[in-house]
């Protein structure tokens, strides 16, 4: 028997189609409709039972019914003339009880079949069915039909696994997947529904069954191809179903082998609307996969890319050892240049391996190509190098551009493996982005939503989704004109990166947090319409489409998606860090954004119970948020920060958010369903008019919750800020291990304690390779790295004519819930550590996103700017005081002084002291120095008559500058010759 034992569904078992299948508790429950006539009326059972002429059977089974009544176990053959081999009444009442009879075959056929007769009795009742065995002493051939190659057949899990395009909307109702189909479709193949990654093997056979109904009735092509083009077909029939369900069973023999073939039925093609319902699908044949066993490589994990020479450097060593282990550190020539003994950990709580720690943070010497040896095995190569980050600060940051919507990828910036042209842009086959209407009954009105990026492995772009990505990359930004080490932010300058928009006198990390700036503003809800002032909360496809699937070959029909209150406040808050962050490049775009920001914001409190609907979900994610308490709190920081106005700030002291450390800090890091820590990052960093006291609370509250994290990482054997739970391995877990490691950077840069700073740097050891896989999620970063990860575009696992995501790419990690089919039943009982695979078809744990990336941008960043330093760098001896000396009578400008003191035993011989203002602030004229100001920094250089300072003196400049208004706080960070000043 195949799926007898019913564990978490009742494939590949069919039934009559008065019954609805469901498996609960581990068994096969149905409710019986009384009054039927014949015992046949309602009946269950399982096809393709090889039957043998003398051969010995023995049928075992444990069956339960709500009420007395007496059922009918057949075995028979299942063709004319349907000879029955064994037939017996069964006595069931409300005790489920075990059965069990012997017989002897009566004749040889492949094609045998166990049913269980339930109609006749009076009144309805339940039948509930486990633990089905049938064997037999005979040489029956392989088990009946093979293995299950289709998963979720009998859509107890919803729609997992299943596609659909063409229609105007699929669910599950009842137990089935229907689909509504409308009538006018050209050909069959315009609509459909299927599951794609179907695996088949060249020579053999395998059985389809399905039970089917169309109402009010048309012609379906069923049919078994390849998933990719050319679309080779295995099995096709056109089948007419009407309202009444039947049961469809079909052999056909696979002619290659595949692992992206499709069971597809082809809706379109009918002149009438009709809706298609489809339950009890199978797919047996072929063989049970091996069970899956990954490719851990070596017992010693470290972090494949490498090592800061002044940072942590820590390995893991997995061992059945209880004693210390010795170590030895080897360059690239095998030279033993450091040794030690492993700190034993016992077992893993998240990866249930007995494990060692190493620590050689003590070798600092770089170099290339080190390897560290102990227990027999030797790990994969790495660097020390003050510069092993920088390159993952423009990689990460690059992927942006190649995941945009609506703009030709230029393969001469990128490669010309990545160029392709615009997607989206209303030319056909595309239906949107420049004129999309809502979903029906949602809005009277079209809008023209363009650009943005796309959000993960599908097409869909979301406003959640893509404020906080938006976030990150302003933040990262943000960060260089507070953070000491950050160099000013010439890392993340104009030509940086490689965007057509560069060169244009604008940082390019603004310019690619521009791209998706605009379609966020396009999203919200316009002057005069219901909601105005709202924003959409998502647009994407109709339905969902196969992969992969370049953008401009995407068929579907675009809709926008209700407004809700969680899309609002992202825009509200996205658009006011945008105001205060653009005032220097572009004032009208500022402008734009600050209008946007406050518009929304006030929206949002008008509207604050719009949620997402969670079963929104066909053609993509539903991204509901049924608490947006957190994202109040946000926008509201961000106004405040960009305003100044008591409005705002009163709305965030009053916020619960403000004084629930933990919770706006929790053990699982923060992420798109959870943007209090935004709020409170920059209310800890960002400049602003916060009362001193609260300021203060504001900061220490991030450097506590650094401390948790600390202890979190302290505890973990693989030295990761995330708990060892089930529960701490979740979709999309990666980046949230990345924001608390955001956390401890940032508060390092508050502080400048190194411990916040290395607790950073070695939570990013495990994100590459120092994990029970011992792999690295980052494409192109460590000698095992993923690279096929889910999506439509880096398609390259299905067809080798397009690329794997680009280098920089991270993938979702491991993900305890499996949370799709392919991982589901790949990885079952796998230890929380261990639920990855590297294939394109597993979305709950490989799939690319935006916010997955820009938590990486921002990490590689910090990481980038560290160097070789172990603290804040030194000051030269050197204290900066900055007075405002109040706005001009007139308004429109203030006057400015800062006075450069020499707190060291030398004279400072010529200065240049740099700082950088925190909104449209432009210096207009200044004395005693020579000045330049570059977007929101200013840079002022000593004159010939003032150059030396001698120790225990100072020097001064001062200046006027204008602004258009709002706050003007002090700077907080200044540098004199490229050193930072007290």
Not at 424 to 430: S, T
Not at 437 to 457: I, K, S
Not at 885 to 910: D, K, L
Request: hydrophobic residues 35%; aromatic residues 10%.
């Amino acid at each position: 028997m195949v799926n007898g034992t019913f564990t978490d569904s009742t494939a590949p078992w069919w039934s009559t189609a008065n019954l609805t299948l469901g498996a609960t508790d581990g068994q096969l429950c149905t409710e019986v409709p009384g009054g039927l006539a014949n015992p046949w009326d309602a009946s269950l059972g399982h096809n393709t039972i090889p039957l043998g002429d003398g051969a010995s059977y023995a049928l075992r089974f444990r069956a339960s019914a709500s009420a007395p009544v007496t059922v009918k176990a057949n075995v028979q053959l299942n063709e004319e003339p349907y000879t029955t081999v064994f037939s017996r009444d069964v006595a069931l009442d409300a005790t489920a009880e075990e059965f069990g009879y012997e017989f002897t075959g009566t004749l040889d056929s492949p094609n045998g079949t166990l049913t269980f007769q339930l109609g006749g009795a009076a009144e309805a009742y339940t039948f509930c069915l486990d633990d089905v065995s049938l064997s037999s002493d005979a040489d029956t051939g392989p088990p009946p039909g093979g293995a299950e190659q289709l998963t979720n057949g009998d859509f107890a899990n919803g729609t997992t696994g299943w596609y659909s395009y063409g229609t105007t909307s699929t669910g599950v109702t009842d137990g089935r997947l229907c689909s509504e189909v409308p009538g006018g479709l050209a050909n069959p193949w315009d609509g459909g529904v299927g599951q794609n990654d179907v695996t088949l093997l060249a020579g053999e056979s395998y059985t389809l069954s399905f039970d089917a109904s169309a109402t009010p009735g048309a012609t379906v092509r069923v049919a078994v191809q390849l998933g990719v083009d050319p679309y080779t077909s295995f099995f096709a029939e056109d089948v007419t179903f009407g309202a009444e369900a039947q049961h469809v069973e079909r052999t056909f023999t696979a002619t290659a082998d595949t692992e992206v073939a499709q069971v597809a039925f082809q809706v379109g093609g009918n002149a009438e609307a009709f809706t298609f319902c489809l339950d009890n699908a199978s797919l047996l044949g072929g063989e049970e996969e091996p069970p899956y066993v990954p490719d851990t490589g070596p017992r010693v994990r470290v972090n494949q890319v490498g090592y800061l020479p002044a940072g942590p450097k820590n390995a893991t060593i997995v061992t059945e050892a209880t004693e210390p282990l010795g170590w030895e550190l080897k360059s690239a020539a095998g030279a033993v240049v450091a040794s030690g003994r492993s700190i034993p950990r016992g077992v893993d709580q998240a990866s249930a391996q007995n494990v060692h720690t190493v620590d050689f943070s003590a070798y600092r010497t770089p170099g290339t190509g080190y390897t560290l040896s102990a227990d027999g095995q030797t790990s994969h190569p790495f660097d020390i190098s003050t510069d092993v980050w920088k390159q993952l600060r423009s990689d990460s940051l690059q992927f942006f551009y190649i995941q945009r919507s609506g703009i030709a990828i230029d393969g001469d910036l990128v490669g010309e493996e990545y160029a392709r042209p615009a997607g989206h842009l209303g030319v056909a086959p595309n239906k949107g982005d420049t004129d999309v209407p809502c979903q029906p009954g949602v809005c009277d009105y079209r809008l023209d939503v363009r650009g943005g990026w796309y959000d993960a492995g599908d097409h869909g772009k979301y406003v959640v989704n893509g404020g906080i990505a938006t976030y990150q990359l302003l933040n990262a930004f943000e960060r260089t004109k507070t953070a000491p080490t950050a160099g000013g932010g010439a890392a993340l300058g104009d030509g940086t990166l490689r965007l057509p928009e560069r060169d244009n006198g604008v940082p390019d990390i603004l310019d690619e947090a521009r791209w998706e700036l605009e379609f966020l503003l396009r999203m919200q809800v316009p002057a005069g319409k219901p909601l105005a002032g709202m924003a959409h909360h998502k647009i994407h496809d109709q339905n969902w489409t196969g992969l992969p699937l370049q953008p401009e070959d995407d068929p579907e029909l675009r809709e926008l998606h209700p407004p809700s209150t969680a899309a609002t406040l992202n825009l509200a808050a996205t658009a006011a860090q945008c105001a205060r962050l653009f005032a220097p490049y572009d004032a009208a775009f500022a402008q734009r954004c600050r209008t946007a920001a406050t518009t929304a914001y006030a929206a949002a409190k008008a509207n604050p119970t719009r949620y997402a609907d969670p079963a929104d979900g066909n053609g993509g994610g539903s991204y509901a948020d049924g608490d947006v308490t957190d994202e109040f709190y946000w926008a509201a920081a961000e106004l405040y920060l960009s305003t100044g106005e008591a409005s705002y700030l009163a709305d965030l002291t009053a916020s619960p958010h403000h004084t629930d450390d933990e919770a706006v800090f929790g053990a699982h890091g923060f992420g798109w369903g959870s943007t209090a820590a935004l709020g409170r990052l920059d209310l800890a960093t960002v400049p602003s008019g916060l009362p001193a006291a609260d300021r203060d609370r504001v900061r220490a509250s991030v450097v506590a919750a650094a401390d948790r994290y600390l202890a979190t990482a302290q505890g973990q054997a693989y030295g990761l800020p995330m708990p060892g739970t089930p529960n701490s391995y979740f979709w999309g877990a990666n980046s949230n291990i990345i924001n608390n490691a955001v956390v401890l950077a940032t508060a390092f840069d508050l502080t400048g304690q190194a411990k916040y700073r290395d607790g950073a740097v070695q939570g990013m050891d495990y994100i590459f390779g120092r994990n029970a896989l011992n792999q690295s999620y980052v494409t192109g970063w460590g000698e095992k790295a993923s690279e096929n990860q889910h999506s439509r575009i880096f398609g390259n696992q299905y067809d080798e004519s397009l690329p794997n995501p680009p280098a920089g790419s991270i993938a979702g990690g491991a993900n305890a819930s499996l949370d799709d089919p392919f991982a589901e039943q790949l990885l079952e009982g796998c230890a929380p550590m261990f639920c990855y695979v590297d294939d394109i078809a597993s979305y709950a744990t490989n799939e690319v996103a935006i916010n997955w990336n820009s938590a990486l941008a921002w990490i590689a960043s910090f990481l980038a700017d560290q160097g070789g330093s172990t603290s804040v760098p030194a000051g030269s001896g050197c204290r900066v005081t900055y007075v405002n000396h109040g706005a001009w009578a007139e308004g429109g400008g203030f006057t400015g002084q800062a006075t450069i003191t020499n707190t060291g035993s030398t004279p400072i011989n010529g200065w240049t002291l740099s700082f950088a203002f925190n909104g449209d602030q432009k210096i207009r004229e200044a004395w005693m120095a020579k000045v330049t100001q570059t977007g929101a920094r200013v840079t002022a250089r000593n004159d010939s008559y003032n150059s030396r300072i001698a120790p225990g003196a100072s020097q001064m400049f001062g200046f006027n500058a204008t602004t258009a208004g709002g706050p003007n706080p002090n700077p907080v960070l200044f540098t004199v010759n490229g050193v930072p000043c007290g």
